[in-house]
């Protein structure tokens, strides 16, 4: 039997233990032995004294070669026998001795010779706390998406210590919490079970990332930990809407902005990342009008103009801008736009009413427009300025807001100007301004207010006298500055009484013209000149007129040859003035006294001494007809001496009329009386009748000779071609005159004149000879045909003359 020892050394708790060992090992081992000891002691370190513990002597164990047998590998102890004592031989390592295994130990068996005794010794290696716990990795990425509901949980890897008990891991701490808690599950296994829960959702969009130290510590003294940094990574999720920037945007944008113009840029911001986060823009829900004008850019989110903007359209937009990202999630920018407005409308005129024709008697103030002025444009872009051009007698006055008259301003004188061009301007008060003008053109309607005027007041015309009736006298004209009828102008005669005569017997006015014609013939002798009122009368209503005077002067003719009064010439009595003989130089024989009815020049006389029986004796006064003798009176001058005197007036051309003057140069009555019975008349010459009887004797002589010569020439010709004829029995060619060869063929007709001149000395028994008295013109020349009676009677008293001069007849026979 083999009795158990109680080994001190060992713990009361491994009693039980020891003491089943003790009946197993029973059969083979004699003795055993339990010792404890720390792992990690250094070699050599004591075990425990063997040799005690066993009974056994120091010698025993030296005589008995006691040693140790393993039957491991590995011999963590060794024997000193010499003092009965165990020491570390190799260090021993808890850890790679049993790893997790509790409790530790190894036995080895120490062997005795002679005899033989097995002893077996177990030693309890003893934890130390000499591992920390460690993670498998540093650290740990996570990448969670941000969305994750709390409470979701994340498994973590759990760290691992060596030690055991104690030593081992005892506690796990996650820093920081605020989104995770840690939760350890112990698991029936024994192991660990480590695992996050969120418990507040993450936000990529606050935080991307989390940084989270994971700590495990053991129990030791001093505790070990280990730590292990758990990376998180955010990642996004669509759950942020775009968000625009603003929440209202306004611009303000000028009408007829050219296309392009930016208006403004709306933007959006998304919280999202990437995909999610882009964002683009667009109007999906505008007006149809605002569609037209507006475009945004679909990336930008750059508002730009697109069309025509009127202000006067529309004053302002409200776009609504959709910002979308990618995931659905939208949001509306509005967008307020304020036109602003351009000066880009011409203020118009429109003329409501409008009278074109004006009264020249209307009063300042007569309105003779109406019309109404807009602007279109807003502001002072809308305000209108009205003017009209300034040189005329109107004026612009407005009545109502946009509404204007124009009236006159003035008195108006259709006479002055008749018509006025009223220009009207608007303007608007713009930067630049616009306007517009309207031109009305107003005539002056005439009044008859504007009498007729004659050139003159007063009219002096001359007529000749002897005039014919129906002699248009002179036209006098009257103007009238009115129009129309009012200018239309007849003229009247004022009618009155003139010596007798009525007015309306001597002149007459034509009513259209004013042209004055005499109706009678006038005689300055009888009447010299008369005056008379013409009225010149518009045929406006009431009509108008005005009057002239008009003095016809009738003007002296040459009509009235002189008259002499003395000597006074009767028809058969002789008269005579007597000149003594003894009578001087220059005695007044007597004086011829003649007037003419005529005036001025006409009646201006003059005297001449035109024959006389003596020239040398007699001179008459040029102007005062006095009868003078030139020399003295001898006793052989005749007692009978004739003077013809010829009394000539000025007139153009003159008239004149003779006087026979019988001067007795006697100193006694009865020597006169005895003279003058016989005392014949004188003959009359007229220096210009005796020339001209020279030469027309003359060429009625030539021209005699030369009838006579052709007509010889003629005869003598054709009795000698009848002679010839005759003898020669040839057939008788009858003879043309040389006029009648040639009517047709050269044109030119000749013409053959046979002048018949018949000369006598008696014009009562001259004929013609020659010539056929059907086409026979006579021309009668008389030098004196305009003579008066007395002058008649004294050329029968030549023609009877027995002495007389050749009385000349020319008669011209045309064939
Ligand atoms: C008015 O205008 C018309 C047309 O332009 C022109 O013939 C006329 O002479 C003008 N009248 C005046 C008074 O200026």
Known sequence: MMACMWINAGRV????????????????????????????????????????????????????????????????????????????????????????????????????????????????VIDINDNSPSFPKEEINLKIVES?????????????????????????????????????????????????VLQNPLDREKEETHTLVLVAADGGDPHRSGTVRIHITVLDANDNAPVCSQAVYKADVKENSPEGTVVTTVSATDADKGHYGEVTYAIPHATKDAKQLFEVNIETGEIKVVGKLDFEKSKTYQLNVQASDHGGYTDTCKVIIHIIDENDNVPTIQLMSFSNSVSEDSPPGTTIAVFNVDDEDSDGNGVVKCSINSDIPFKVESSLTGYYTIVTDNLLDREILAEYNITITVSDKGSPPLSSSKTINVKVSDVNDSPPQFDQSEYSKTVPENNSPGFSVFTLSATDSDWGQNARISYFLEEKEINGFQLSSLVSVNSENGLIHALKSFDYEQIKWFEFNVTARDAGSPP?????????????????????????????????????????????????????????????????????????????????????????????????????????????????????????????????????????????????????????????????????VVIISVKIYRWRQSRVLYHSSLPVIPYYPPRYSDTLGTGTLQHVYNYEVCRTTDSRKSECKLGRAGSQNVLIMDASSSGTMQRIQSEKSILDEPDSPLEVRTHYCFE
């Open 13 to 124: 708790r491994w009693k039980t233990l020891f003491f089943t060992l003790c009946l197993f090992m029973l059969g083979s081992v004699t003795g055993q032995a339990r010792y404890s000891i720390l792992e990690e002691q250094a070699k050599g370190s004591f075990v425990g004294n063997i040799a005690r513990d066993l009974g056994l002597d120091v010698a025993r164990l030296v005589s008995g070669k006691a040693r140790i047998i393993t039957k491991g590998s590995r011999e963590y102890v060794d024997l000193n026998r010499d003092k009965g004592t165990l020491v570390i031989k190799e260090r021993i390592d808890r850890e790679e001795l049993c790893a997790k295994t509790t409790p530790c130990s190894f036995s080895f068996e120490v062997i005795l010779e002679k005899p033989i005794q097995l002893y077996r010794v177990i030693v309890e």
């Open 148 to 196: 994750v509901a709390a409470g979701t949980r994340f498994s973590l890897v759990s760290a691992d210590d060596p030690d055991v008990g104690k030593n081992d891991i005892q506690k796990y701490t996650l820093k920081p919490l605020d989104h995770f808690k840690l939760e350890v599950q112990s698991q029936p296994d024994g192991g660990r079970f480590i695992e996050m």
């Open 544 to 708: 108008l007129s005005s009057v002239a005077t008009v003095r016809l002067i009738v003007q002296d003719q040459n009509d009235n040859p002189p008259q002499v009064l003395y000597p006074v010439q009767t028809g058969g009595s002789q008269v005579a003035e007597m000149v003594p003989r003894s009578a001087d130089v220059g005695y007044l024989v007597t004086k011829v006294v003649a007037v003419d009815v005529d005036s001025g020049q006409n009646a201006w006389l003059s005297y001449k001494l035109q024959k006389a029986t003596d020239r040398a004796l007699f001179i008459v006064g040029l102007q005062n007809g006095e009868i003078r003798t030139i020399r003295q009176v001898t006793d052989k001058d005749a007692v009978k001496q004739r003077l013809t005197v010829i009394v000539e007036d000025n007139g153009q051309p003159s008239r004149s009329a003779s006087v026979i003057v019988n001067v007795a140069v006697a100193d006694s009555f009865p020597e006169v009386l005895s003279e003058f019975t016989d005392f014949a008349h004188d003959k009359e010459y007229n220096d210009n009748l005796t020339f001209y009887l020279v030469l027309a004797l003359a060429v009625v002589s030539f021209l005699f000779i030369a009838c006579l």
